[in-house]
């Protein structure tokens, strides 16, 4: 498994797979052809969703952290087997993680994670919501304020509003 981590040897495995699939056509062989190039989709679908990323969602879903971290550790190099995006979301789960263990090593993970980049605007609230959150464990109310504000305007469905409140309301504690 570790010999598919590399992101482009996903494409170049998806790619023999068409020309196989040309191959089967050439012979005749036209469901033959068609089951290949459906086959071929799943390599090209991994290259843009990372199957231990996928897994590691899941295991978020039933708050399994141990489980998360099994997944996560399976990636061995972030840099050449996920896209710029994917280690954003990489360093994200391990922010999730630590956040129960060493807020220091959260913080570190989730501000690379908003440095490389997120998809989605809820995963960017998130994870400032989260920092914010840390900030006001170690008493930078101007910071967690200003990541709070950000969250806020992140925030469009207003699914957070509750613990953007709480959080509000812990600030002023300080």
Not at 29 to 52: K, M, Q, W
Not at 63 to 86: C, H, V, Y
Not at 106 to 127: C, H, I, N, P, S
């Amino acid at each position: 498994m570790k010999y598919l981590q590399n992101k482009y040897l996903k494409l170049v495995v998806a790619a023999l797979i068409v020309v196989w699939a040309v191959y089967q056509f050439v012979q005749g062989n036209i469901g033959n052809g068609i089951a290949l190039i459906l086959l071929s989709l799943f390599p090209v679908l991994l290259y843009f969703r990372n199957e231990f990323i996928l897994l590691t969602f899941l295991r978020l879903r039933k708050q399994d952290f141990e489980g998360m971290e099994k997944w996560l550790s399976k990636i061995a190099d972030p840099e050449t087997a996920l896209l710029r995006k994917q280690q954003g979301y990489y360093n994200y789960m391990y922010g999730v993680i630590y956040t129960r263990k060493n807020l220091t090593q959260a913080e570190k993970y989730f501000r690379k994670a908003l440095q490389l980049g997120l998809t989605m605007d809820y995963d960017k609230a998130m994870v400032k919501m989260s920092l914010a959150g840390i900030m006001i464990q170690k008493r930078k109310k101007r910071e967690a304020q200003e990541l709070l504000t950000e969250a806020k305007k992140l925030d469009k469905q207003n699914m957070m509003t509750e613990q953007i409140k709480m959080l509000q309301q812990q600030l002023k504690k300080i």
